[in-house]
């Protein structure tokens, strides 16, 4: 029987961090280990279970994060890119697991966190099991409808708070349909639509950005071809299916050798 992983929530005073920290008290084979805030932050010392609404969990919140990776297996990190790359020299050090949900990465620092070594990495924008679904089925759709017959957008709504646009998940999106076309993303994305923008062109990957209130994450792929649309569409109702996700990550991880993964590698849809 596989041992209990002991788990350190990054960012535990987040909205993901306290969803983690509720799914750790009740979840089976992995459990809360420490729980890290932002240095200085009025919340160290007092127990995050108060925080999280499940009570009494006997681990406090500290913003030690080296000393919280004592006796670790892994971290569960939905932060900020300066964060994640801070933790990961800890987890590439120490060999453990580290679920990187964080969004918003630069290309170098994407390029930082693949040239890693030592870590076991599962890294998603989103690490929802429908989501990852789409993504495969994207690929599929874009082969089937290709870009001088179908135009594809990608649609994507969030809360209010978010800070990054588009979404990491709409970009996995795009990645996706250009994986399926066999193109570049980067030469084929319109992001932006303002004015006169003259006629669409051939071949691109819109991109649509809405934001407002406390909405977890709406994400839809249209392909318009004449006389017919066809779209996927996912939503998330709750943010538990982003911790259930990371969770399942982080137990398929803790039996693979250091490299970085995808979440298609944890669902068995791809080999990386």
């Given at each position: 029987m596989d041992k209990v992983m002991k788990l350190v929530v990054?960012?535990?005073?987040?909205r993901m961090g306290q969803r983690l920290l509720q799914s750790l008290v009740k979840a089976q084979g992995?459990?809360?280990?420490?729980?890290v805030v932002r240095p200085g932050s009025s919340l160290v010392g007092r127990d995050c279970g108060e925080l999280a609404g499940v009570g009494t969990t006997g681990v406090y919140f500290s913003d030690d994060l080296s000393g919280s990776l004592e006796g670790a297996d892994g971290v569960l990190d939905f932060t900020q890119p300066e964060v994640t790359l801070q933790c990961l020299e800890h987890t590439a050090a120490r060999g453990l697991v580290h679920i990187?949900?964080?969004?918003?990465?630069?290309?170098?620092?994407?390029?930082?966190?693949?040239?890693?070594?030592?870590?076991r990495i599962v890294k998603s924008g989103?690490?929802?099991?429908?989501?990852?679904?789409?993504?495969?089925?994207?690929?599929?759709?874009?082969?089937?409808l290709p870009g001088e017959d179908w135009d594809a957008e990608?649609?994507?709504?969030?809360?209010?708070?978010?800070?990054?646009?588009p979404?990491?998940?709409?970009l996995m999106i795009g990645?996706?349909?250009?994986?399926?076309?066999?193109?570049d993303l980067n030469?084929?994305?319109?992001?932006?639509?303002?004015?006169?923008?003259?006629?669409?062109?051939?071949?691109?990957i819109g991109f649509a950005t809405l934001r407002g209130g406390s909405l977890v994450g709406d994400h839809s792929l249209i392909f318009a071809g004449d006389g017919e649309i066809f779209t996927l569409t996912h939503q998330a109702l709750d943010r538990q299916v982003f911790t259930r996700g990371a969770l399942r990550a982080a137990r398929w991880a803790s039996h693979q050798p250091a490299g970085l993964y995808s979440m298609q590698a944890v669902l068995g849809l791809a080999a990386t």
């Amino acid at each position: 029987m596989d041992k209990v992983m002991k788990l350190v929530v990054l960012g535990a005073s987040g909205r993901m961090g306290q969803r983690l920290l509720q799914s750790l008290v009740k979840a089976q084979g992995a459990c809360l280990h420490a729980a890290v805030v932002r240095p200085g932050s009025s919340l160290v010392g007092r127990d995050c279970g108060e925080l999280a609404g499940v009570g009494t969990t006997g681990v406090y919140f500290s913003d030690d994060l080296s000393g919280s990776l004592e006796g670790a297996d892994g971290v569960l990190d939905f932060t900020q890119p300066e964060v994640t790359l801070q933790c990961l020299e800890h987890t590439a050090a120490r060999g453990l697991v580290h679920i990187i949900g964080t969004t918003g990465f630069s290309p170098e620092q994407e390029e930082r966190i693949a040239a890693s070594r030592g870590a076991r990495i599962v890294k998603s924008g989103n690490m929802s099991v429908g989501v990852r679904l789409l993504g495969v089925l994207a690929e599929i759709a874009a082969r089937v409808l290709p870009g001088e017959d179908w135009d594809a957008e990608v649609l994507e709504m969030h809360h209010r708070h978010k800070v990054d646009a588009p979404s990491g998940t709409a970009l996995m999106i795009g990645e996706a349909v250009a994986s399926g076309r066999q193109v570049d993303l980067n030469n084929h994305a319109v992001r932006v639509r303002d004015g006169l923008t003259g006629a669409r062109e051939q071949g691109t990957i819109g991109f649509a950005t809405l934001r407002g209130g406390s909405l977890v994450g709406d994400h839809s792929l249209i392909f318009a071809g004449d006389g017919e649309i066809f779209t996927l569409t996912h939503q998330a109702l709750d943010r538990q299916v982003f911790t259930r996700g990371a969770l399942r990550a982080a137990r398929w991880a803790s039996h693979q050798p250091a490299g970085l993964y995808s979440m298609q590698a944890v669902l068995g849809l791809a080999a990386t």
